[in-house]
């Protein structure tokens, strides 16, 4: 599996886990569902731009940093979107979408490429 | 009344090979065993110094040449001797025996990857029916480049065939004393070295190897130094072992200092999420 792909499922996966964990907050659980597809579309953008960093730079601390900063900026986008009772959920919501930025830059550098033979 | 460092010192006078005739001039007596004696000499013709093994038939030199291998030592050439006896000329190895490497103390990663080094030689003779069946500290040298070298070819049989029995107790599998020999012979004595480089500090699947590999029944032993050197290798990848069935802690910690990074950003994100938790609740 090709590491945008392996980033893709990847951030998929963590992206929806990261939205259920929406449900611990009482005030948003009745918005879980978009919440969790709107993470999982989030996972899959930062997946995909993770795993082409990772297929063209090959350096942990780099991949890292670089999921790091790709989470964090799609966090803030979904952040800076007002919620029905206007508020912002910055903190909540770019702090842990960083991370699982980082998780994934972590894995797909990582992950180990098999390119096809012949 | 002679000393007995005399009386050695005229033996080795007596017993000293005669190499009129031969491109080789003796320099001194290095070691002697079951096999023959080995000597330092001077390549006249090259201008090197080599190891010259006087024995009484080429069969080991056959046998050495015929294994080509980076981890075994080259010979160079052989010949017959005015009284008869063969010799063969090979590569001076210098460096630092097995026994004294291990005095140094190096670090577990460093004996352990020693080790391998040495199951390669052993594994590509087996791939040409050859069976060293002599398999000790001494008979292994650390060059002055790193390499690791198998010495001492002279017991080596080939492979499934009732040999004369030979080895060095301590290192001899239980059924080469009938004169069996096959891989298993030598996989048992690489577990002896292995526990002889190990020590008691080493981690639980290491001891576990060794154990299996000189089991006294061969059939409880890795059928072949490949399967051995690939169980070790996996340990020093920080993957399980067939040689050892972990606990679970053992599994999650060997996991842990494998994915030390991975771990780190995992519990901060569940630190995170359980702040941000708490912060809203209160």
């Keep these: ?118 | 009344m002679l000393s007995d460092r005399v009386l050695d010192r005229l033996r080795g006078v007596i017993d000293a090979p005669d190499l009129e005739g031969t491109r080789y001039e003796l320099i001194e007596e290095v070691g002697r065993g079951g096999m023959g004696v080995v000597y330092i000499a001077h390549d006249m013709v090259l201008g090197r110094r080599v190891a010259l093994k006087i024995l009484n038939s080429t069969a080991e030199a056959c046998t050495l040449a015929s294994l080509e291998h980076p981890g075994i030592v080259p010979v160079h050439d052989a010949g017959s001797l005015p009284d008869g006896r063969r010799y063969y000329a090979m590569k001076l190895v210098q460096g630092t025996r097995l026994d004294n490497y291990r005095a140094a103390r190096p670090s577990a990663a460093d004996r352990l990857r020693t080790f391998l080094r040495i199951c390669e030689p052993v594994a590509f003779a087996h791939s040409r029916g050859v069976i060293h069946r002599d398999l000790k500290p001494e008979n292994v040298m650390i060059g002055e480049f790193g390499e690791v070298l198998v010495l001492d070819w002279g017991a080596a049989g080939r492979m499934d065939a009732v040999e004369t029995v030979a080895g060095t107790a301590g290192y001899m599998a239980p059924e080469q004393l009938a004169g069996i020999t096959d891989a298993r012979t030598d996989v048992y004595s690489l577990g002896k070295l292995l526990e002889y480089l190990s020590v008691p500090t080493d981690a639980k699947p290491v001891r576990a190897i060794a154990a299996k590999a000189s089991s006294t029944g061969a059939a409880l032993r890795y059928a072949s130094v490949l399967e051995l050197s690939e169980d070790l290798a996996s340990f020093l990848d920080g993957r399980s072992v067939s040689a050892y069935r972990e606990s679970l802690v053992e599994r999650a910690s060997r996991w842990l200092s494998g994915n030390k990074t991975l771990a780190v950003l995992i519990l901060t994100y569940v630190l995170i999420r359980a702040a941000i938790f708490f912060f809203v609740r209160h």
Excluded at chain 1, 94 to 113: D, F, R, W
Aim: some cysteine; charged content about 10%; overall charge positive.
């Design chain 1, 1 to 118: 599996m090709n590491k945008p792909v392996f980033g893709l499922l990847l951030g998929a996966v963590l992206g929806a886990l990261d939205g259920l964990t929406a449900w611990f907050t009482p005030e948003v659980r009745p918005q879980i569902i978009g919440i969790v597809i709107g993470s999982t579309f989030k996972g899959v953008i930062a997946g995909v731009c993770i795993g082409w960093f990772a297929k063209k730079v090959k350096s942990l601390p780099l991949g890292i940093l670089f999921g790091l900063a790709v989470g964090m900026f799609l966090a803030y986008l979904i952040a800076a979107m007002p919620q029905p009772s206007g508020k912002h959920y910055y903190f909540e919501i770019m702090l842990p979408g960083s991370l699982v930025g980082a998780i994934v830059g972590y894995a797909t550098q990582k992950h180990s490429q098999v390119m096809p033979s012949g």
